[in-house]
């Protein structure tokens, strides 16, 4: 039996997300239709297909005459995604104050809470997903089927620039859950103002931590780079 187009396609997108978040591909890396059909044992059709979905949503780039890559997030791409993060999940964060939890963000809270007391007995992945988790939730909590759905175009925009693997380290995955704890806090307190200072307060610090991480890789690919061109050089010397 054929297999629907349709399910090819969402299967081929879901399976290129796993690739680019599960850094298989790294930010730069050249995505060929032609390798990705073979890994993925499909035809190259839905490859293209997916890869446009994800040009639109920010996570690939094609650059004309060289071909397609996974997106590089620049330190100015950073500053604009926290932007328009900041206004949404500010938004967000008071919307869900004003209504009160949901059962789902009160589970979710839980689980939190529970892996505050013990963190260490947690991976950094598991620490993080719930993080992911919490975000989405409280944006459901909201009501608001506008935000929900514009958040929603944006939610691989927003993973690509703050929720990559090798961003995490346990002390700043502590401290985010320390975070989002006391906004649920504020959330169940029905306090909005101060769901929404707490938000915007947690994502500076988001965003501060990843420019940090921004700088320190940039000063070791110089480092690198110089390394090699010292070496470079040694080599001609003694070829002379």
């Known amino acids: 039996m054929k297999v629907p187009f349709e399910f090819e396609r969402d299967r081929a997108y879901h399976r290129l997300v796993d690739l680019i978040f599960g850094q298989a591909l790294e930010a730069g890396a ?12 499909m035809s190259r059709m839905p490859v ?8 639109q949503e920010g996570v690939v780039e094609v650059k004309p005459a060289r071909g397609t890559f996974v997106r590089r997030i620049s330190a100015g791409d ?25 059962a789902a963000l009160t589970a979710c809270g839980a689980r939190m809470r529970t892996m505050a007391k013990d963190p260490s007995a947690f991976t ?16 459901v909590a909201t009501g608001n089927a506008a935000l929900i759905e514009t958040v929603r175009l944006l939610r691989l925009r927003f993973r690509l620039a703050f929720h990559l693997p090798r961003y995490f380290s346990h002390e700043n995955l502590y401290s985010t859950l320390a975070d989002h704890i006391e906004i649920l806090d504020a959330v169940e307190q029905r306090a909005p103002r101060a769901a929404k200072k707490l938000m915007r307060a947690h994502l500076k610090r988001g965003l501060d931590i990843r420019l940090k991480l921004e700088a320190a890789s940039a000063a070791s690919h110089v480092s690198t780079q110089k390394n090699a061109a010292k070496g470079a050089t040694r080599g001609l010397e003694i070829t002379e």
Do not use: N, W
């Open 48 to 55: 293209r297909e997916a890869l446009h979905q994800l040009e």
């Open 124 to 139: 950094a992945v598991e620490i993080d997903d719930c993080g992911t988790e919490f975000h989405e939730l409280l944006m």
């Open 30 to 41: 050249p995505l060929s239709e032609r390798k990705l059909a073979e890994q993925l044992g």
């Open 78 to 102: 950073l500053a604009e995604i926290y932007r328009v993060r900041e206004v949404l999940e500010c938004l967000a964060a008071e919307l869900a104050a004003t209504h009160g939890p949901t």
